[in-house]
């Protein structure tokens, strides 16, 4: 029988590292959305004088470096619910942590979207003659979220996110796999943000490579009620509901065509308390030893601990799970 006040504190850890998921998701986006809707404005209002559309892609490139290290040992750093509902649905995560995360992602997302329009609204103003348009020559909205150009039809944008995420997803596996040829330790994020980087500049004419929900849907719930009007939704033949279930669609299968084809399956399992109380105990006598080691390595990977036995002349190498489930493959953005 496992003692009540046991349970108790377990429970306790187990509230205070989903709110700190929930932090880390919350404050990645931010940072990931506050970068990258910046350069967007830049480009708008600034008609090609202080931005452009490669420094789109570099802000939410780099904004999404700047993301993997603000959360990266916390929650994964995830900043995109395509990408958490990918590694859920194959195992690789609880699907308890579903919820806190998306929550995290989109109430991140809709406070960079305000502080966005508070930093430029004088910029706005001038630029659309406070008019707050969704379409036409001074047209705002567009900084927010993602919206069809002529040329394109929904249902050929409903296909283009598909396949834009599931490169996403298929490059983040790659990117993770140990197995495989994996981006060196400390250098992931960069690779990260290079991959968006390289969708955006190759791939994202078309539709403006949302392929993140939680990059498109909460700005453009803002842009509603922050005066652009019931247009946001309607505009692009009702547009709005593609960025929000064409990527996780293309994460899905972009995972799957990984790990049939490349991959290795490590799935998620729950510990149970006995094991959660031996890794407890196991972690409090070894890693105050080795704390000049463990300063040198990255928390974005698992690391493993020589302990001294009864003859010092032997060492048992033994590895130390991640705190968070997480942490194991940091599949991000």
């Known amino acids: 029988m496992v003692p009540s006040s046991m349970i108790t ?27 990258g809707l910046g350069s967007v404005a830049h480009m708008v209002l600034g008609e090609n004088t202080f931005g452009s559309y490669l420094g789109v892609n570099l802000g939410f490139g780099f904004g999404v470096t700047m993301g993997v290290h603000v959360a990266g040992g916390i929650s994964g750093a995830h900043m995109n619910s395509a990408v958490t509902f990918a590694n859920c649905a194959l195992g690789r995560m609880s699907w308890k942590k579903f919820p806190i995360y998306v929550l995290g992602q989109f109430l991140g997302s809709f406070l960079a979207a305000a502080t966005i329009f508070c930093l430029f609204y004088k910029a706005i103003n001038h630029f659309s003659n406070e008019h707050l348009t969704v379409t036409g020559p001074t047209a705002t909205a567009g900084i927010f979220a993602t919206y069809l150009p002529s040329h394109m039809t929904l249902w050929w944008g409903f296909l283009n996110e598909v396949l834009l995420t599931g490169l996403l997803q298929l490059c983040l596996f790659a990117i993770t796999d140990k197995q495989n040829n994996a981006a060196l330790e400390g250098t992931q994020a960069l690779v990260i943000g290079i991959l968006v980087v390289a969708i955006g500049i190759s791939l994202g004419m078309n539709t403006g490579y949302a392929i993140n929900p939680s990059r498109d849907f909460p700005p453009r719930f803002f842009t509603f009620i922050a005066g652009w009007g019931p247009e946001v939704f309607r505009a692009g033949g009702h547009w709005w509901w593609v960025p929000v279930v064409a990527p996780p669609l293309g994460a899905y299968l972009g ?26 105990e196991h972690r409090i006598s070894v890693l105050p030893k080795m704390k000049s080691h463990l300063s040198k390595t990255s928390s974005l990977t698992p690391v493993s601990v020589s302990s001294n036995i009864s003859d010092k002349s032997k060492f048992s190498t033994r590895p130390i799970p991640p705190v968070s489930d997480s942490v194991i493959a940091v599949e991000h953005f």
């Open 9 to 35: 504190r377990i429970q306790a850890k187990m509230q205070r590292k989903m709110l700190r998921e929930f932090l880390g998701e919350l404050m990645s986006t931010y940072v990931m959305m506050v970068f």
């Open 255 to 280: 995972g799957i065509i990984y790990l049939l084809f490349l991959g290795s399956y490590t799935p998620w399992k729950p510990k149970t308390p006995k094991e959660t109380n031996m890794y407890e």
